[in-house]
Nanobody
Framework: QVQLVESGGGLVQAGGSLRLSCAAS????????VGWYRQAPGKQRELVAA???????NYADSVKGRFTISGDNAKNTVYLQMNSLKPEDTAVYYC?????????WGQGTQVTVSS
C-alpha cells in the first residue's frame, strides 16, 4: 500500500507560482513512477507531469517550460513547481503513483488561478 498526501494548492493570480507537494508513505525509490494529474470542472482528468525512478520526466505540452516535476528521496516527496500560472491551469491536482503493478491516488489539492 502507498498513501499519497498532496499539499500546496491555493488561490493565486495569473502569472504567479505555486509548489505542490506529494508526500508518499514509502520510499519513492520503490515507486516506479509518480505523476501529477489535474481535473477541471466538466473535463477529463489529464496528465500534467510525471517522473520515474530513473529521474526521467515528461510533461503535457500545455505546461512545458512552466512546470517542473522533481523528487526528494530523503523526504519521500515529489514536487510540482508551477510558474507563470494561467487561469486555464485551474483544477484539482492529484498525485498518482504506480508501484509493482498497482496504482494509487492522493486526495487532490485545489489550484485556482484568477485573471
Amino acid at each position: 500500500q502507498v498513501q499519497l498526501v498532496e499539499s500546496g494548492g491555493g488561490l493565486v493570480q495569473a502569472g504567479g507560482s505555486l509548489r505542490l507537494s506529494c508526500a508518499a508513505s514509502v520510499s519513492i525509490f520503490s515507486i516506479n513512477a509518480v505523476g501529477w494529474y489535474r481535473q477541471a470542472p466538466g473535463k477529463q482528468r489529464e496528465l500534467v507531469a510525471a517522473i520515474n525512478n530513473s529521474g526521467s520526466t515528461n510533461y503535457a505540452d500545455s505546461v512545458k517550460g512552466r512546470f517542473t516535476i522533481s523528487g526528494d528521496n530523503a523526504k519521500n516527496t515529489v514536487y510540482l513547481q508551477m510558474n507563470s500560472l494561467k487561469p486555464e491551469d485551474t483544477a484539482v491536482y492529484y498525485c498518482h503513483a504506480y508501484r509493482a503493478g498497482y496504482a494509487y491516488w492522493g486526495q487532490g489539492t485545489q489550484v485556482t488561478v484568477s485573471s
